[in-house]
């Protein structure tokens, strides 16, 4: 509805109050009003726009006359303060009268601003005293006058507002209902005899919250989180059933399990130290008969399946004691079954549970954790990010709506009228400066505006208006023009300033001045130290130098006005700081402010300047969320403080002295804000134990699930945000600076002298247009930097070949093309032939093959299919031939011309030639389907024979004689089919295609092997069999999709791996400069622990202690001791492993060769903290919005198409979406007999199937009540509820049988509850199979699977079916994604297998995650995928020194010594896999999300797809089940309100159906397709394709039912309707002519009869006269 028209400012009076009543009244007898909306930029909380008219002084804090349409009929009033705010109140009802002097005072106090800052600076200094431990001693006093003001606010609303709990009353915001109550219950506290002071303080912590609503924009997000968790109650809802089985799975799986413990019976007179007892004196054992492994806290986990752990010599498994970390990992109930699996499921410490498990139970269970940490943890993950997303999105078109709604002549608001006049003033100004400026100086002016005009329209918004007088003092003494002198040295200085070698100059300098920085380590000779000291002062004196040319050159005026100069000088101020201050004790941190020389590359880098302003924008526009999440994390640690403080406090003190303290506590407020920091970065289980040490688990679990779920939705939906800017942001046209055009133009210049050296150098003369260079800097960069997206500025590749293109330059085509990995030159497609299937160009487009056709020289070109009788090598063609090939037809325009025919060969060659024959021959072979499924199949057993070669191969002689066999074999045949291929396609055609390239170094890798195995000093060249499993990639096509697509999406953000390589580089440098040499610590050997402070205070002492004592001085193994192992320990910190310990190391080091105390250093968190946020978040925000980019490109090339997927899969994708769409019960005839249809009717109703649900979640219940010591009298009694449940389901399965018959196995559904139903009756039956091979557990979990008739769809709720569905869809997609994961594991697992399979046990590696078989391997690679415990293994494979390994180990059954490990390749094994990994895991993500928003925005479009028309008819089927076409039109309404969204149309609907004007047929029947044309019609609207799908779908509709019945429609409904209407009116009206016809004629004889009885009167009358 349009706004209407603005009026003026008018005062609330009594009669403004009068008029409003009446017109309520008015309203209240009127039966249908007006639909109007509330105005947008009238909402509560804004400010009022200029349209309405300027704000009189006497108007401000004064009640006047609502402006909104909407509220004018109410009994609302406006007021407004100075700024312009709107505020409403109500006029009436439990309130002051608007014209009571008190009201209206309270209500201008209110509505001032000073109120709003008085009351927020009383909240903010409230929550520093929240913060505080020891308060001071008039703190209580300043508490309760805190309490007043809170007291006051609290009255001064009630009296402006009034007391009622509608809109804009007191009680009708909730933050006014929070408010009220935690001051009432402050004054309760304070004034009450009885002791409330920990609830005193809990509900002060609430008033941290009072900050959200002084806030406008904070309340608005309080809203849109409240809308996210209304969309996530679905998911929250699939996500528990999901955790409730797998749980109960758990239980039945593991109950009693992680009991199961090495014992070894006590011996009499035994009083030796048993060797495996811990060395921490603080833990106390359950048993000292318990075997114990070196340092651990609890007793070694075993089993009695002979894939679980057995126990040491001496030692038995049994069942005793407790449960591992301290009784709370454990399956013995629901509760804590449910804990195990929601840890699992957020992947917090997944390791150790893996271990514990595995240990107790066997590897055979590591599938469980599989479908668990990964898949389900996967699709959770998706699903929550799907829907976020989505109503991000959904915000995002909403405030889109509303930025339209907005009328033209509301636009114009304040800010515009004063920047306009800004502008005016501005104008002015510099008029007028001019104008009193000399000649000269406006000249070297005009000459200096075209460098920075650019730069101060950047900045024109920002900057505010300056007085007059500022301009004055800037003509002064900011604009230097002293002498005619200075001018010229001014311009000398321009010349050197702008010089193009100078900006390369300066970036030569700045990536020397970093690697300088990169230099610095511990420890550090005095040569290094005096060469990196003298290397400052040089790049000091650099920048300096610079700075001071640039101001003589620019003026400081010009100088300070661009943003790159400020931060230029800021950098040099801090060196010169640095040089005066650096001797100055106790201002050492200084020097970490050089890291900021490394940004300085910004300004000649346009990827850096685009990222930096889209993440300055987006951090500006999300301000208010920031500041949301910063309130809860300060409202969480303020409530853990108040919760749990004093419960730790009493809990450390209870310690011994000698114990270790507690690091992760609440005690003080920043602990407790370190506490929530670390459970919002996802590790919360090990706190949570701690808390249930101290406080128990009634108390902790709801802090921590309000922590984990509110804290990681805050996160989730900025780190969506972010990552929408990054991926979306389209918009900016962002100029390269002169400094990058300098840049640009230095190396144009030193490209064209190498070029002309080389020239002269090889004595050729090149044809070089003089303006192609010299034009290099402006034109090619104004052409291709402009309206380019983030991702295509990260291209490099795409950002060269525009440039080619743009010079004419062809001469580097070939070699661009073959610097793509795996992509091929689209040349070769019209030289040489090449098998079908194996060209690696097959998916691109025929556009791109036509476009790039064209290349080479028209006098010499290669002949297709023509070479030599004796070679290989492709001859050129000649004149004729080459006219023969354009006049030749083409017969595969939609077919690429790559592929090859056996007629190509040798289609010009002349016949009885051997050598094209033979080609020909080579060429079927190979293309030959047979010979490829023989190759693929060689392929797989060769990579799998490599799982074979684990430690245990030479004790295998058999196997490993094979082996060596099969290795021969498969390099012969690999050779083979190599030499086929050169044959067929000749050499170029096979080294320009990528995959060929692939299996020729593979063929390489297989012939090394082998030489390695015939020359002992050749061995180690066996080590690199692992790379034959690369040749998978090149045989099968899904492998090969899914490699391009991953190509596509990540290889184009090298660009932005740079900038967060940068800021990585940052860090570590500032963690060199922090903490290099202070993480050496003494270490006691005894004990295995370091030294306290008060027995070895440095290096010195501790050497002198332990004298006798190897390397007591010890380092540990990751640290900050040079810039190397800081990228380390950082991608430990941001993968969030090992980076406890690292920051423990950081917080207790004390300095240099000093021994360290405990949290000695404590703020060094805030180091950690600010590489989190600044150098994770931000970064993995940037990366995944350009891979979103890039793949949402490749996409739309691909028709919108999943780009990891085949072609084939595309029609398995259709046919699974129309699978998932079907009715899942397949019709079934109602059968004839009485009886059976009775049961028919009974088992097909809707009450029956509820009943059997009920009873399925019933029997789950049920089994969640069972634990781990129950009694004899629970078991019987569930024994007998299962035996209950088969009999119930026999029943069931029984009555179906009796209806159906054979129909009954028909469906799937009834073959599972079948099955269940026999294995259930086996289970209780034969208690012979049942206990020996199965255990009783097992018939319960048979019986609880029938629970998955709840995913059924129509079945279970609709909800779970919408969230599946996106799952399924993407399965095509994922599989193969999945397949190469599985590659990329493997070919690392046989890596591991042939580097660390003999590293010393420890830490990581232990009996059950190690490198000694492919199992093991692929363990410990499914660890590292999803991040968990690859620190561990790392740190075990550190041990490269005598101190911690021997090299000389002999290890039986292998001729290989030692158990050492090899640091450098460890680093680089683990390194690279998680980034690969990452790469992979992150497109699995985008593939699911993607697809989960494809299906919401189909949803809200209005368009019809396929599955709409196909449920259609399904819906007509149950309505026309004679096939006839018609329904009757009785039946119109019920089959309208049957069908699916968007069709579906709800009752009452008879009068929009009669509207539609439906044509009928004889008998009143309706036809199928008018009535789909006109629901159709209905939906889409008046849309432009309506037609055309109309069309469509009729000509589809005859096609499909050739044998339709024609009919001439006799009329329509809306006609009908009509007659109907007529025909009721007509017999209306005849039926009162006929009322009233018959009351005349009932008159009539009632004047008849009167008449008669008159004259019969008269006559008996006169005989008496007479």
Known sequence: MASPEPKGLVPFTRESLELMEQRLAKKHKEEHGEDVKPNIDLEVGKELPFVYGTLPQEMVSEPLEDMDPYYQDQNTFMVLNKKRTIFRFNATWCTLSPFNSIRRTTIKILVHPFFRLFILISVLIDCIFMTMT???????????????????????????????????????????????????YEHITIYSPLSFNPLFRIARNLRILK?????????????????????????????????????????????????????????????????????????????????????????????NRTDASPCPEGYMCIKAGKNPDNGYTNFDNFGWAFLALFRLMTQDYPEALYHQILYASGKVYMMFFIIISFWFAFYMASLFIGIVAMAYEEEKQTAAEKARKIEPKFQH????????????????????????????????????????????????????????????????????????????????????????????????????????????????????LSVLRIGNLVFIGIFTTEMIFKIIAMHPYRYFQVGWNIYDSLIVFHGLAELFVADVYGLPSIHLLCVLRIFKLGKYWLTFKILLLTLNNALMALKNLILLLVTFVFFSAAIGMTLFGLSCKAYIYSLDKDCELLRWHMIDFFHSFMNVFRILCGEWIETLWDCFNIAGQF???????????????????????????FSSYNTLTTEENDEAKNLQRAMGRIKKGIYYVLSKILCKRQNVPKDKMDNVDDTYIKENISDHTLSELSNTQDFLKDKERSSGTEKNTMSGNASQSLISSPTVSETVPIASGESDIENLDNKEIQNKSGYGSSKEKVKPSSSSECSTVDIAISEEEMIYEHEKPKHHKNSYERRSSPGQISRESKKGKVWPNIRKTCCKIVENSFFNCFIGLVTLLSTGALAFEDIYIDQRKTIKILLEYADMIFTYIFILEMLLKWIAYGFKAYFTNGWYRLDFMVVIVFCLSLIGKSWEELKPLTSIKFLRALRVLSQFERMKVVVRALIKTTLPIWNVVLVCFMIWLAFSIMGVHLFAGTFYECIDPTRGERFPVHEVWNKSQCESLLLNESEPWKNTKLNFDNVGNGFLSLLQVATFNGWITIMNSAVDSVGVDRQPRFEDNIYMYIYFIDFIIIGVFLPLTMLVGVIIANFNKHKIKQGGSNIFITVKQKKQYRALKKLMDEDSVKTILRPGNKFRRFIFDLVTSRPFNTIIMVLICFQAVTIMMQSDEQGPQMDIALYWIDFAFVMLYMAECVLKLISFHCNYFTVGWNIFDFMVVVFSITGLFLPLVGYYLSSPFIVQLILLSRIIHILRPGKGPKVFHDLLLPLMLSLPALLNISLLIFL??????????????????????????????????????????????????????????????????????????????????GIIYFVSYILLSWLIIVNMYIVVVTEFLNIASKKKARTLSEDDFRKFFQVWTRFDPDRTQYIDSSKLSDFAAALDPPLFMAKPNKGQLVA?????????????????????????????????????????????????????????TLKRKQEAVSATIIQRAYKSYRLRQSDKNTSDIHMIDDDKEDQATKEDACPDKV
Not at 222 to 250: P, Q, R, Y
Not at 262 to 268: A, E, K
Not at 1446 to 1452: L, R
């Open 699 to 725: 108390s902790c679990i709801p802090f921590y699930m309000m922590v984990i779920l509110t804290g990681n939705l805050l996160i989730l939906y900025l780190f969506l945000a972010l990552v929408s800017s």
């Open 1384 to 1465: 990329v594991m493997f070919i690392y697992a046989i890596f591991g297998m042939y580097n660390f399979a003999y590293v010393k046990k420890e830490a990581g590696i232990n009996d059950v995650s190690n490198f000694e078989t492919f199992g093991s391997s692929m363990l410990c690679l499914f660890q590292v995928t999803i991040f968990a415990g690859w620190d561990g293994m790392l740190n075990a494979i550190f041990n490269s020194k005598w101190s911690d390994c021997d090299p000389e180990k002999i290890n039986p059954g292998t001729q290989v010594k030692g158990d050492c490990g090899n640091p450098f390749i």
């Open 413 to 528: 608001t304040s800010k515009e009228l004063q920047e306009e006049d800004e502008r005016a003033e501005t104008k002015t100004t510099q008029m007028e400066m001019k104008k009193r400026s000399p000649t000269s100086m406006i000249t070297s002016l005009d000459m200096l505006d075209a460098a920075t005009v650019r730069h101060k329209e950047e900045h024109k918004k920002s900057r505010k208006r300056c007085p007059m007088c500022w301009y004055k003092f800037a003509k002064m003494f900011l604009i230097w023009n002293c002498s005619p002198c200075w001018l010229k040295l001014k311009e000398f200085a321009h010349v050197i300033v702008m010089h193009p070698f100078t900006d390369l100059f300066l970036t030569i300098c700045i990536i020397l001045n970093i690697c300088f920085l990169a230099l610095e380590c511990y420890p550090m000779s005095e040569e290094t």
């Open 211 to 303: 900050i959200i609503p002084l806030n406008q924009g904070l309340k608005s997000y309080i809203g849109v989180l409240l809308h996210c968790m209304k969309k996530l109650t679905g998911a929250i809802a699939l996500t528990l059933f999901f955790l409730s089985i797998f749980s109960v799975i758990g239980m039945g799986l593991f109950m009693g399990k992680l009991k199961h413990k090495c014992f070894r019976w006590p011996q009499g007179n035994e009083t030796e130290t048993m060797h495996n007892r811990t060395r921490n004196l603080c833990y106390i054992r359950e048993t000292e008969n318990f075997y114990y492994l070196e340092g651990e806290r609890d007793a070694l986990l075993c089993g």
């Open 134 to 184: 020891n308060f001071p001693k008039w703190g209580p006093e300043f508490q309760i006058t805190l309490l007043g003001i809170y007291t006051l606010e609290i009255l001064v609303k009630l009296i402006a507002r009034g007391t009622w709990t509608g809109s804009f009353y007191f009680f009708g915001d909730p933050w006014n209902w929070l408010d009220f109550s935690v001051t009432l």
């Open 1556 to 1612: 539609m004007d439906l044509p009928m047929a004889v008998g009143d029947r309706i036809h199928c397709l008018d009535i789909l044309l006109a629901f159709t019609k209905r939906v889409m609207g008046k849309d432009v394709r309506m037609e055309k799908v109309l069309s469509e779908m009729e000509s589809g509709f005859m096609l499909a039912d050739p044998f339709k019945i024609t009919y001439e429609p006799i009329t329509t």
